[in-house]
């Protein structure tokens, strides 16, 4: 069976040639949208800090306002939500959610100062749950430093390809909760929010510079998946993540102008890599991973005997790892393998990519030492962002480099 080594050049993606920035809008702009964000989830009470006046609302309706800043408490009364002002003393208590909105400055959640509202939902199982209410473009200038960084002027079409990418997630995920108390979450999940933290000159210039732009496949968003470093070829979703709707602009394909170039992520720290593990410390690690992982009972994994790949997509990654014990033996099967051979379990590390060949010495009959030989960071599917970086570098647009990792799809004005 082929190693990612030497299955990573295959076939050509289509020529990028014709790929051109999207051209001027024609009609008049819709209203820009405000976006829901989970920024804090708790089983217990929140607070949230102003700086500033605020007020205190249930839909339309005013609860109490105060012209000075403070600790604001937001705790269950049974089925209700309270809402406390320690400054003050004002308090109110409402059935269904309650919104605190600055009149003027910023508000903290968790030390994050957050631009726009918190609306406060009661949860199902008793907690709370704060949810930033802030207009798209705002909460794309949060996102953006977070995910590709500020890497300088020459790379400043990567950026507005991010931010493209950023708010066409965020469009789609807004389509798909629109029932829900909230639309994503502010973490890995989804997509990393921060509120006023890290934003640059850089970054919101691209954010400006492409306001509203989307991708769309078919008339509808398109799913704008995207991760670290592809390793030389993006995945194909259908392998990666088997439950989750796929689309052709998510199948996968070579990182690189053509067959004989190099990749375009080549530059990046996890473009290739190497851990090596002794058996039993690797054989410690599944029988914690294992049981989180595929649900199983912790008795039923024994001491650990081999590490077999069963079956690679066409990207090279693993598709099928077999893990042999020495009760019995496990299939492990897309994304999961990363979380089941993870580099350290007390922190929550994963294996950056399943991108791997394996490398064992044997001792007697069970695995002596094992090496893990891989490539990339991340799931992989969708737009690499150091590949973006490097096209950027090269002189790509951004139109040219989200053709690149989005075949097929569009650029459209979403409002």
Known sequence: MMGFKSILPVLLLASLASATRAGPRTAAPKPEPTIRVLVFSTSGSATVATTGGFRVRAGEALLFESDRGGTVSVYRDGRALTVRHDGSGQDATHEGDITIEPIQKPVSVGGVWYPGSIRAVAKDDGGVDLVSLVPLETYLEGVVPHEIGEPGPDAYAAVEAQAIAARTYAMSRMRLNRDKAYDLEAGVMDQVYRGNEKRGRLTTSAVNDTRGLVLTHRGDFCDAYYSATCGGHTSDIRLIWP???????????????????????????????????????????????????????????????????????????????????????????????????MLDVSRGRILPSTLFDIESEMSGQRVGLVSLVGGGNGHGVGMCQNGALGMARKGYSYAM???????????????
Not at 300 to 312: A, H, P, T
Not at 401 to 415: K, V
Request: aromatic content about 10%; proline content about 5%; charged content about 25%.
């Open 243 to 341: 439950d989750r709707p796929s689309a052709p602009y998510l199948y996968g394909g070579l990182d690189r102008a053509d067959a004989d170039g190099q990749s375009f992520c080549l530059p990046a720290r996890n473009f290739r890599w190497r851990y090596s593990f002794s058996g039993r410390a690797l054989g410690d690690t599944v029988r914690r991973t294992l049981p989180m992982v595929l649900g199983v009972d912790a008795s039923e994994v024994g001491e650990l005997i081999d590490l077999r790949v069963n079956e690679r997509g066409a990207s090279g990654r693993v598709q099928e790892l077999e893990i042999v014990t020495s009760t019995k033996s496990f299939v492990v099967e897309g994304d999961k393998i990363r979380r089941v051979l």
């Open 401 to 415: 480099i989200l053709q690149h990792y989005y075949p097929g799809s569009e650029l459209r004005p979403g409002y």
